[in-house]
């Protein structure tokens, strides 16, 4: 009976004419306001050190300072070093720490915090999975291989609050690493003394605009207002709850009956009605994402078959996909660099621009010089891993492989861990799906993935010259000239296709109006402490 | 019944050291491991990362050092959540679960009795045939439609209930009718069955043949022995709700028991998924025993 009426109910009430939408902010006896974050899954940790996914990451921004933070708008600005001095080799960075910074429990921050902190960092002991963002410090690759002690680091405090930090090469994207939750310091006695539960309540010490108030696995993480925080003079919202809601269904319910200020994700099948009740609420932020597919270079029918993964890639109608799969205004992607990236246009394959019947008859003809034909078809296996939307990509550029190409394709879906394990090992694995998200504002996180070096490259890709130009764009001032070499390494890398990009992300966030000051930046960065809420 | 029930704890034991034998075996046989991220760890930092958990060390030696620490109560570190201990984990999603599974039960029992006992007793009439269309429609609808459609109703569409989280005793409401309908239904349904089998056994003709009043031999004579069945159903189900449902925690937003058993799978995070197993099979072993116990009390003819 209950069950009957609900569905009356909810039936009788026309979708298209009710999306009701309660809007009343949270508001403390003493005036001070609360802001009430949707955040996906849970956080695996929150030392900033361990912690890998963006749930995580959204927390420490709010715990932590770092010595330069990002703005609103996505700019690079000074947070707890007010200036830097670099010298002329661009090697040597030289920052001047602010003299009030104190960590959440009154004790005084110094550069010697910084220095232990950033050692703990590339330390293999600590087990850090970004370790590597910090390969540019002198002597930091050689520490995470275990070659040399973490005192090695070419870290060093001036003096209280001198830090200078010393680069094996000029490094143009060196300050956006500093932003993230990998050089944030950590507090010495309390990693020390409690070990791996330093981050729990009544245990942590930060020295961001907020400080640990309560953690309930799955439930929800509490900030308080940190006072001792250098700017906190001007942060305005008083304590900032965190809710993991890994369910978009369910973030929608909770933002509609008024117990969200702000959801991270939006169900796509919703997306269109959200558009028609609240659309100044939604905003959709272009972000450093590329979802691609994989080739593995390595084995046959991809191993020296650079025309056979062209015509794969050409045979791929991008637009569709977007227009009818994803639905969610993603970017179609004809080049491996994100356009939202700072400073730089990336290079687009050159039958970009090709009508689809001049570029279907063009992939053909490469499918035919690469030696298939009806009576000699290319078979090929699509890996993805489950899920509702992997799926539905892998069916539908399996179909275009099939009329454009008449490949014979068949899908194989695994489940995550089991994925990434093929992925790893690459020794069944023909073509396959992933993503890549960048770590900072710089086209360079994206080239260094396809390096033969880096070590996350499940192609297999080792082209000597792309590795050298990506090397050699990593180190240059960032002038016109860098411009230059990275539109090559892009070049060759599109020409080479061992990876087919399929489209770029974009964000999706539900944010109600009385919240003020957001502004969409591509890195996601986004501060608590620069928002306030106004009735 | 003192020493039958010891007995049968000491019998418990083997049975929990084969569950989780089975559990290691099969987690560890699972390709990928809890280290295998989209963002591959470099080489020196999964080494050392293994090295910190154990994981360098053969099998053997790796069970041995588990069975070691289980014997005394300590489940080790979660793999996924790398700040907390399993042990934590487990004592902040049980009562959680706990409070959720027990309400549940109570509203399938409150309900289910009495409509299964009506039924039985309006054999064939409309009354029965309005009660059991209840219990197959309760029976029927999945709790993953049941819950976000209560959701809409109740707190999207009008301001009655929160839609999810933890807080008061509002935000119980909707899991426990998600959780306890389908249950409430299954009672009814067991309640009706056995019912209708007591009411037609010689000991309730004897009863009616005294002359007892309809009413004493129902609720004295009739429901101890009706009781039965159900008592043995409970016992795995009761276990079974309040060690936690995945859909609806995830559904309403509740940190209970039941997310750890999937995500503990997924992240292959071998502590959690061997802590929330073993936990799951110590409370299935003592409500068995209550559940044996219990008959004791409710039938004459067994006896220990």
């Known amino acids: ?535 | 019944m003192l020493s039958y029930a010891l007995r049968r704890l000491l019998g418990a034991i083997p049975t929990l050291f084969i569950l989780l034998t089975l559990a290691f075996v099969m987690m560890r046989a699972a390709p990928g491991g809890p280290f295998d991220a989209d963002r591959e760890l470099p080489p020196q930092v999964r080494a050392n990362l293994e090295a910190k958990y154990h994981l360098d060390e053969p099998l053997y030696q790796q069970y041995g050092r588990y069975i070691w620490d289980i014997a005394h109560f300590d489940f080790g570190p979660s793999f996924q959540y790398r700040d907390t201990s399993v042990n934590d984990l487990i004592a902040s999603g049980f009562p959680v679960s706990l409070k959720l599974g027990a309400a549940s039960l109570a509203f399938a029992l409150i309900f289910g009795i009495p409509l299964g006992m009506l039924a039985a007793l309006r054999q064939n009439r409309p009354a029965d045939y309005g009660a059991m269309a209840i219990a197959m429609l309760g029976i029927s609808i999945p709790n993953f439609v049941l819950a976000p459609l209560m959701i809409l109703v109740l707190a999207v569409y009008n301001d009655w209930l929160p839609a999810g989280g933890l807080g008061g005793w509002q935000n119980y409401v909707m899991p426990v009718l998600a959780l306890g309908t389908a249950m409430m239904a299954y009672v009814a349904r067991l309640a009706r069955g056995s019912t209708i089998e007591v009411m037609r056994s010689n000991y309730i003709r004897t009863a009616r043949a005294k002359g007892l009043s309809a009413t004493r031999v129902v609720w004295v004579h009739a429901l101890p022995a009706a009781l039965t069945p159900i008592v043995s159903f409970l016992g795995p189900a009761a276990a079974g709700i309040i060690t936690g449902s995945v859909v609806i925690e995830t559904i309403f937003g509740i940190p209970g028991l039941g997310q750890f058993f999937v995500q503990g799978a997924l992240n292959r995070d071998y502590t959690l998924v061997m802590g929330v197993v073993l936990f799951y099979g110590i409370l299935i072993v003592a409500f068995n025993l209550a559940v044996d116990l219990l008959y004791g009390w409710l039938d004459p003819r067994v006896s220990y």
């Not at chain 1, 850090?128 to 910090?134: D, G």
């Not at chain 1, 410090?137 to 930090?165: C, F, M, S, T, Y």
């Not at chain 1, 970017?331 to 039958?351: C, L, T």
């Not at chain 1, 504002?441 to 260094?448: A, G, K, R, S, W």
């Open chain 1, 1 to 535: 009976m209950l069950f009957v009426a609900l569905l009356i109910t909810a039936c009788s009430s026309d979708e298209s004419e009710k999306f009701p939408v309660k809007s009343t902010p949270e508001i403390r006896e003493d005036g001070s306001t609360v802001l009430r974050r949707g955040n996906g899954a849970e956080p695996e940790s929150l030392d900033p050190h361990q912690a890998r996914s963006v749930p995580a990451a959204n927390v420490l921004r709010d715990l932590y300072s770092g010595l330069v933070q990002i703005s609103p708008s996505g700019a690079i600005k000074p947070a707890d070093a007010e200036s830097w001095e670099v010298d002329d080799d661009e090697r040597v960075y030289t920052f001047k720490l602010r003299d009030d910074l104190r960590w959440s429990n009154g004790e005084p921050l110094t550069a010697q915090d910084y220095v232990y902190s950033l050692r703990r960092s590339v330390d293999p002991a600590t087990g850090s999975p970004y370790a590597q963002l910090h390969a540019a410090i002198v002597n930091a690759k050689a520490i995470i291989a275990g070659e040399k002690p973490p005192q090695a680091l070419g870290v060093r405090a001036v003096d209280e609050h001198r830090l200078e930090i010393t680069l094996t090469a000029p490094t143009p994207y060196f300050l956006g690493t500093l932003a993230h939750s990998i050089s944030y310091p950590v507090y010495r006695p309390a990693v020390e003394e409690y070990g791996a539960a330093f981050s729990q309540p009544g245990n942590a010490v930060t020295n961001g605009a907020y400080r640990m108030e309560s953690w309930r696995v799955n439930s929800m993480i509490a900030l308080e207002r940190n006072p001792e925080y250098w700017d906190d003079a001007n942060t305005s919202i008083g304590r900032v709850e965190f809710y993991p809601i890994t369910n978009q269904n369910s973030a929608l319910s909770r933002y509609q009956a008024g117990e969200l200020d702000w959801a991270t994700t939006v169900p796509i099948s919703r997306l269109e009605t959200i558009k028609k009740h609240i659309p100044a609420q939604l905003h959709a932020e272009p972000t450093l994402g590329v979802y691609y597919y994989g080739l593995n270079v390595k084995r046959p029918p991809f191993k020296d078959a650079p025309e056979l993964r062209q015509a794969l890639s050409m045979a791929i109608d991008r637009r569709t996909i977007v227009d009818k799969i994803t639905r969610g205004d993603e970017i179609p992607a004809h080049g491996w660099i994100p356009p939202v990236v700072e400073g730089y246009a990336g290079a687009q394959f050159d039958w970009a621009k090709l009508s689809t019947a001049q570029r279907e008859a063009k992939a053909q003809e490469l499918y035919k010089k690469a030696g298939y034909s009806q009576d000699k078809p290319l078979k090929v296996e699509i890996r993805y891993n489950s899920g509702e939307g992997n799926k539905k990509i892998a069916s539908v550029i399996a179909a275009m492989w099939r009329s454009v190409l008449g490949a014979e394709v068949s899908l194989r879906n695994e489940e995550w861990k089991v994925f990434l394990d093929s992925v790893r090992q690459g020794t069944d694995t023909e073509a396959y799906r992933l993503a890549w998200i960048g770590d900072y504002n710089d086209p360079n996180t994206f080239f260094e993935l396809m390096n033969s070096k880096f070590g996350l490259n499940g192609t297999g890709y080792a082209s000597a010259e792309y590795d050298r130009l990506q090397e050699k764009q990593a180190h240059m001032p960032d002038e016109p000239e860098r411009m230059k070499v990275m539109k090559k390494a892009e070049a060759v890398l599109l020409a080479d296709s061992p990876i087919i990009p399929i489209y770029f992300y974009v964000s999706k966030y539900l944010i109600k109006d009385y919240v003020k000051g957001f502004e969409g930046n591509p890195l996601d960065s986004y501060y608590s402490k620069d928002l306030s809420i106004e009735p």
